[in-house]
């Protein structure tokens, strides 16, 4: 099964700081997500995008969210000014076979 | 908003035993999936049903699409210590054009040896 990875697997950031989330989906698909998980909740939708675009979003997804293709293969989430309650694993993932998807191992956020 | 409800939250059984976990929701998906996550990693896919009805197995594991799609069951047959973990089913709309995943809480799986 393809990987999708997700770079850096831990990071620690002061509230009000920006950060940037990496993740190299799986090659040449056209619909790639991310996903957070707050320590013992849910797995929750953030945003989907296709061919170069936006193409879902959740009401998490607020303005503080971006969500870039810097080059062909390397997709990020930067979070603009982070706040605490932004502490959370992100996955990214990509459709993968009959429906379902590969999730990267995450990157579990702090933010302090 | 499409909720999925599963149960139990936490299962402790004993080696050997039986076990079905449930995922209910009043809401119709296109499709449904079985992941499980292992602490500090992502959700990995178990299997995908999309026909109601459908019947899956996966070595010990069996799992089943509601007629009316919305619900499915994940039941282990002889369940081992290896299979300690957290079950989450995760169910797509993509009839309403939603193709994000919306998750149920889980079902945290403990099996004694």
């Known amino acids: 099964e393809p990987e999708v990875t997700q770079t850096p697997s831990h990071q620690v950031t002061q509230m009000g700081q920006e950060v940037i989330l990496r993740c190299v989906p799986i090659s040449n698909h056209l619909y790639f997500y991310w996903y957070r998980q707050i320590l013992g909740q849910k797995v929750e939708f953030l945003v989907s995008f296709y061919n170069n675009e936006i193409s879902e979003k959740s009401e998490i997804f607020d303005d503080q969210f971006s969500v870039e293709r810097p080059d062909g293969s390397n997709f990020t989430l930067k979070i603009r000014s982070t706040k605490l309650e932004d502490s959370a694993m992100y996955f990214c993932?990509?459709?993968w076979g009959a429906g379902g998807y590969t999730f990267g191992s995450g990157t579990r956020l702090t933010v302090v | 908003t499409q909720l999925l409800e599963q149960s139990p939250q936490f299962l402790s059984i004993q080696e050997g035993e039986n076990l079905t976990v449930y995922c209910n929701s009043s809401?119709?998906?296109?499709?449904l999936q079985w992941y499980r996550q292992e602490p500090g990693e992502g959700p990995v896919l178990l299997v995908t049903?999309?026909?109601?009805?459908e019947v899956k197995k996966l070595k010990r594991l069996t799992f089943q699409f509601g007629d009316a799609r919305k619900d499915s069951s994940l039941h282990i047959t002889a369940a081992q210590p290896g299979d300690t973990g957290l079950y989450l089913c995760?169910?797509?709309?993509?009839?309403?054009?939603?193709?994000?995943?919306?998750f149920g809480s889980g079902t945290r799986l403990q099996v004694q040896p």
């Open positions: 993932a990509s459709p």
């Open positions: 995760a169910g797509a709309r993509m009839d309403t054009g939603r193709r994000a995943l919306t």
């Open positions: 049903v999309v026909t109601g009805g």
């Open positions: 809401s119709v998906f296109s499709s």
